[in-house]
Structures are given as C-alpha cells and as structure tokens.
C-alpha cells in the first residue's frame, strides 16, 4: 500500500538517544527524507538519503534503513529538538509520501 | 540562497477555487528540479498535493487529482496551485517546496514560509 507509518509519540530524556521509525512498501525502493517541524514553522529537511545531513543540521542526527523501515536517530537529545518529526518518499507512480508525524518530547 | 515565498487570498469560500503562487528567488525554475505543494490542516499531518518540472510536466496525488491545477511561469520564475471546488476539509497552511534528488531518492529542501488559507463563507 502507498502508505508510511509513524508512531504518534515518542519521548527521550535530555542527553538520551531516541530512534524514531518509518515504515512503508516504498521504503523498499526509494529512500526516505526527514523533517522536523516546531509549532509555527515551515518543516526543515533533517536528513536524506542514505544519512546525509543538509548543511546546518546536527551530527547527532542520523538516518539509517533496512528491508521496508527507515529510521531517524538523535544521539544524545538536546531540548530544542523536541518536535513533530515527518519521514517521506516517493512510490513508483511518481507521488510524494508522508508518514502520519512522530511527536518527539525531550524529559 | 534559495528562498520561496507564498502568496494568495487567506479566505476562500466553499465550492470556489483555491489558487496560490510561489515566488522563487535564488535560483531559476528553468534550471531544473520539481517543485511542488504540500499542505497541512490544522493540528494535522503533511500532505504532499502535487509537483512540477519546468517544462511543466506535473504529478498530482490521486486523492486531489480531479481537483487540483499546478503551472508554471518561468519567465516570472514562480509557480501555481489551483485548487477547485473547494470545501472547509480544504483548510490548511499551503507550503511550497523545492524537490531535490533523482532515481531512488527524493526529498524538500528549501520550503516556503507557509500560508494559511480558510474556507468559509
């Protein structure tokens, strides 16, 4: 199906490392990308690919893939990336995919 | 830097038509990539509405396909989103995105602002 899934909420103590995944039949064949979005602001690109970081983004981001799920790591969580985090690719009709959001709280 | 901005009527009534544009600065459409609409209601998640090459070659998504419209002016390097007969599910900020990548990966690089749009009478 031409759907990706993303736990609702996940929470993190400051300082601790939390994965948040992704999963989708798309993820087989194309990649996923990340997004993180604070309240009132547009989404920015987090991560990419295989684990590219956009210049500006934190090495304590990462993004790693296996078999149909993608998953966004933050080594070591600081406060400010408590935030809604969105993962997205593309299916093989050309069309654009977002998971449900994953709602990260810092403890 | 690439930058984008959005803009279009706030308010929009039910069973009309939503249209927005994106002003690019920083880079010129006719270079290449895709670039396309995402959306997000209120308190909702993402959706992607469509995409377009220069050349004007587009994908919509399904759901909105039947109602949705994206052109692009090169020459005033922006681009458009048409959206008909809209409904107050129609609500939402409207992004514009940049769409890097090629073959196996893609992904938003460079997002507008955001605009909100209600529909309501």
């Known amino acids: 199906s031409s759907e990706l899934t993303q736990d609702p909420a996940v929470s993190v103590a400051l300082g601790q490392t939390v994965r948040i995944t992704c999963q989708g039949d798309?993820?087989?064949?194309?990649?996923a990308s990340w997004y993180q979005q604070k309240p009132g602001q547009a989404p920015v690109l987090v991560i990419y690919?295989?684990?590219n970081r956009p210049s500006g983004i934190p090495d304590r981001f990462s993004g790693s893939s296996s078999g149909n799920t993608a998953s966004l790591t933050i080594t070591g969580a600081q406060a400010e990336d408590e935030a809604d985090y969105y993962c997205?690719?593309?299916?093989?009709?050309?069309?654009?995919?977002f998971g449900g959001g994953t709602k990260l709280t810092v403890l | 830097q690439v930058q984008l901005q959005e803009s279009g009527p706030g308010l929009v009534k039910p069973s009309e038509t939503l249209s927005l544009t994106c002003a690019v600065s920083?880079?010129?459409?006719?270079?290449?990539?895709?670039w396309g609409w995402i959306r997000q209601p209120p308190g909702k998640g993402l959706e992607w509405i469509g995409s377009?090459?220069?050349?004007?070659?587009?994908y919509y998504n399904p759901s909105l396909k039947s109602r949705v419209t994206i052109s692009v002016d090169t020459s005033k390097n922006q681009f458009s989103l048409k959206l008909s007969s809209v409904t107050a599910a129609d609500t939402a900020v409207y992004y514009c995105?940049?769409?890097?990548?090629?073959?196996?990966?893609?992904?938003?690089?460079?997002w507008g602002q955001g605009t909100l749009v209600t529909v309501s009478s």
């Open positions: 798309s993820l087989r064949s194309y990649y």
């Open positions: 690919g295989k684990n």
């Open positions: 995105a940049r769409v890097g990548g090629y073959l196996e990966l893609y992904y938003f690089d460079y």
């Open positions: 920083g880079y010129s459409i006719s270079s290449g990539y895709y």
């Open positions: 997205n690719s593309r299916d093989s009709s050309g069309n654009h995919l």
């Open positions: 377009i090459y220069h050349s004007g070659s587009t």
